[in-house]
């Protein structure tokens, strides 16, 4: 199977956008009748102030996404990159392309001026966590939290 990277068309952003309750439910395990206008609202937001979707199509469909988008550090109030969303559609899994997502990816950013890329990614998430350490990811701060 070939598969070719690039920005997103108009096409291909529906589709992305018609994904985004599954992806959303997916990443976050939360099961709620608004993932999709959540996603959708997040999106939008990150389009408009810049972010753009790497996609990896084959010749029949689009197989999956990253969000390349930017952010702040907290501490030092640097503006970094920031992988916001990667997502591999069902029948294009563990053909390694969330792997060369995530590498294009990387390639963009440097290609944008960042030397600094970071992402967030939930702990029940360990396929994901350990393809981010391979790639050379490394914890920066853990986000804890307690249900009263």
Partial sequence: MEIEYGKANGPELQEIFSMAGVNRSEATRIQADDNKEKMIASYKD?????AYFLVA???????GWVL??????WFTHKEIG???DVY???????NG??????????VEFKHLGYDDVRLNVFSFNEKAIHLYEKLGFKDVSKLMRIEL
């Fill in 97 to 106: 392309i969330a792997k060369s997502l995530i590498e294009q990816s990387l």
């Fill in 82 to 84: 920031w992988i916001n």
């Fill in 88 to 94: 591999v559609k069902q029948e294009y899994r563990q």
């Fill in 46 to 50: 990150s389009l408009e102030h810049g």
């Fill in 57 to 63: 199509r084959s010749q029949e469909s689009l197989a």
């Fill in 68 to 73: 390349i988008d930017r952010s702040l550090d």
